[in-house]
């Protein structure tokens, strides 16, 4: 069970990762990657060639996501990691799933 205090310190951030990120199965190793940390929200590959992310969690649930977006998986030449802050109020992610490209 979760504290209270956990509970304030959720965070949401989008990610947009830049680079070789798409077609070698980047976005199932980030679900497998989310889960594992308790981190909930979705990814997605984009058309222009980037993926993007909706992540929540706290602080130190994201920042372990951060660093598994940017070097977590080998195959992947990430060239950029740009960090948005989503204001609150923002929708509670129940768990962390793959979408549909946009």
């Known amino acids: 069970m979760e504290s209270h205090e956990n509970e304030w310190s959720l965070e949401t951030r989008l990610v947009q990762v830049r680079g070789q990120v ?7 190793a980030c679900v497998r990657r989310a889960r594992e940390l308790c981190v909930t ?3 997605r590959n984009r058309m ?3 993926v993007e992310a909706m992540l929540q969690g706290s602080p ?5 996501m ?3 977006l ?6 992947a030449l990430v060239d950029e990691l740009e960090v948005t802050e989503v204001q609150p109020p923002f929708v509670r ?3 962390f799933e793959l979408l549909p490209t946009l």
Request: net charge negative.
């Open 41 to 43: 929200g979705w990814v």
């Open 66 to 68: 951060y660093d598994w």
């Open 22 to 28: 798409q077609g070698m199965d980047y976005r199932e």
């Open 93 to 95: 992610f129940d768990n």
């Open 48 to 50: 222009d060639g980037s």
């Open 70 to 75: 940017s070097e977590g998986m080998s195959a």
């Open 60 to 64: 130190e649930q994201l920042a372990e």
